[in-house]
């Protein structure tokens, strides 16, 4: 009997051993043997765009929605209409202001070696300007308006510094003008020196932290600033990042593609440059997208939504 039982356990770890072994090749011929990019995949968008369209399409896209937002704003306080959706983005909006504003300081600050009393005495004013305009609709909504120009401002100025670094050589493992950048060294240095705010250093850590922090976002739902991410390997770790631009407004082939500014490593163009979203490369290896700046588009989608109370 003993001899039965040790003949089944040992048939047992066969079966699994085998089994095991036969999954893990099967995936493994699943996933495409060569991730590597091919020269044929990409086209070289940064020769064929209009730099100043790029970088006004930009500020414009932001403009519009601005404007978009306060007439639809407008609209609602002037018909006595309380959007309750649209009111608990504000307040969450007005919430990572202050610890932005809290944040860039503080990193001043560290940088310069000074000292911290200002920073809790900034964030009592801004709640104190918040508690006094209360009491009135319109004041609400002119300080709703304040916080939503300040959040397209924060974005412009993170794009504009971004495209000022255009045509910086590529440098595997660096993130300085000087030495040159690679995907991610981009991307950090644009956001120290623009905004004062610390980022990881890899790709894959951005991305990671994103997740953690729940933001993650839909692609219908990107704006420009926000980060785009690609892997070359389905089954591996996030391989590249790059900031979204939005749709190029330029004349020409180009026009309303959507486009955004990385350190690209290989194509017909290499180094800080514009890139296409459908071009067939990064359509091939684009994986999601991620905000780490306030949010703007899904306030004015609330604040256009008929999906209101009275």
């Keep these: 009997m003993l001899n039965n039982l040790f003949l089944k356990k040992i048939i047992a770890f066969i079966f699994i051993f085998f089994t095991t072994i036969f999954f893990c090749v099967s995936q493994t011929k699943q996933a495409p043997k060569n991730y590597a990019p091919r ?16 970088k006004s399409g930009v500020s414009n896209s932001l403009e519009e929605t601005l404007e978009q937002f306060i007439k639809s704003s407008k609209i609602l306080t002037d018909a006595g209409i309380d959007n309750s959706e649209l009111r608990k983005l504000l307040k969450a909006l007005a919430s990572e202001l202050d610890d932005s504003a809290a944040r860039k300081d503080s990193e001043k600050k560290s940088e310069k070696k000074d000292s911290k009393k200002n920073l809790s005495s900034n964030k009592n004013i801004a709640r104190q300007k918040a508690e006094d305009n209360k009491n009135s609709i319109h004041s609400k909504t002119n300080l709703n308006n304040q916080s939503f120009k300040k959040a397209i401002a924060i974005r412009k100025e993170f794009v504009e510094y971004s495209l000022s670094l255009r045509g910086i050589p590529y440098k595997s493992g660096c993130a300085s003008p000087e030495s040159g950048f690679d995907c991610s060294g981009f991307v950090q240095y644009a956001v120290k020196n623009s905004l004062h705010r610390k980022m990881p250093r890899t790709a894959n850590e951005m991305y990671t932290a994103m997740e953690k922090a729940e933001k993650l976002i839909a692609d219908s739902d990107r704006e420009p600033g926000d980060l785009v991410f690609f892997k070359e390997n389905p089954f591996g770790k996030i391989t590249h990042v790059g900031i979204y631009l939005g749709k190029y407004r330029g004349s020409g082939r180009l026009h309303g593609r959507e486009i955004f500014v990385n350190a690209a490593s290989a194509g017909p163009r290499t180094g800080v440059v514009i890139s296409a979203l459908d071009e067939p490369y990064w359509k091939r290896t684009y994986y999601k997208s991620g905000r780490f ?7 004015l989608k609330a604040a256009r939504s008929n999906n209101i109370e009275r």
């Design 39 to 54: 020269m044929e995949e990409f086209e070289n968008i940064d020769r064929d765009v209009n730099f100043s369209s790029v």
């Design 293 to 299: 700046l306030p949010q703007t588009k899904p306030i």
